[in-house]
């Protein structure tokens, strides 16, 4: 079946310690974003891709970087995380047009310690 | 700013009996709108969305939504509910001026009684 799949689902990383969450897909969708989303909030957009052209949210951390190097893959770089950098990470991607319905990962846990 | 509001935490309902979960937004012009379903350590499933046309949109596992523009409301609804059901709803916008922006609610938490 075409999905998407995040790795690790958990991920336990230490204060300051640079992290990298991995995103791949088999719908060879145009657009992959990345959200995060804390424990009873609303996904919070970070960024997004449409095909190589790179769109950074206003508010989303310099901490907080991306990287595509194809159509499948997409990967979530935390430099320097912080205790509130805590939360579920979510990927999803969309075929490319803006009316287009987003189709989600499971999400990776992240947990600072 | 641009909003969306899903006013109740929670949604309490009778297996059987017909369940609403409420939204609104405030974003100007005339965005897309989205359902979406999120269970237990699982990422959000897509339900149904409104682009233009009929007010009424159907979507997955019997569910409908009701677009009010006027209201500016976007309220999921379904004849009988299924305690299978029970699960964690997002409403979501998208401007059609911005992209691929998507701007999700806080969520409602569905409870369905057997």
């Known amino acids: 079946d075409a999905m998407v799949i995040q790795n690790p689902r958990y991920q336990v990383t230490q204060f300051g310690k640079p992290v990298t969450l991995s995103c791949s897909q088999t719908?060879?969708?145009?657009?992959m974003y990345w959200y995060q989303q804390k424990s009873s909030q609303a996904p919070k957009l970070l960024f997004h891709?449409?095909?190589?052209?790179?769109?950074n949210e206003a508010d989303t951390p310099d901490n907080f970087q991306s990287r595509r190097p194809n159509t499948s893959f997409c990967f979530l770089d935390i430099r320097s995380p912080g205790l509130g950098d805590a939360a579920m990470y979510l990927c999803a991607t969309s075929r490319g047009d803006s009316n287009d319905e987003q189709f989600f990962g499971p999400g990776t846990r992240l947990t600072v310690l | 700013a641009q909003s969306v509001a899903q006013p109740e935490d929670q949604v309490n309902v009778a297996e059987g009996n017909p369940l609403t979960v409420k939204c609104t937004y405030s974003v100007s012009g005339n965005p897309y709108l989205f359902w979406y379903v999120q269970y237990p350590n699982r990422g959000l499933q897509f339900l149904l969305k409104y682009i233009t046309g009929d007010n009424l949109v159907k979507g997955s596992y019997g569910f409908e939504a009701e677009f009010n523009k006027s209201q500016t409301s976007f309220h999921l609804k379904k004849p009988s509910a299924l305690v299978s059901d029970s699960a964690l709803y997002f409403c979501?916008?998208?401007?059609?001026?911005?992209?691929?922006?998507?701007?999700f609610g806080a969520g409602t938490r569905l409870f369905v009684k057997a």
């Open positions: 891709y449409y095909d190589k052209d790179f769109n």
């Open positions: 719908l060879n969708h145009n657009v």
């Open positions: 979501a916008v998208r401007p059609q001026t911005g992209g691929f922006k998507t701007i």
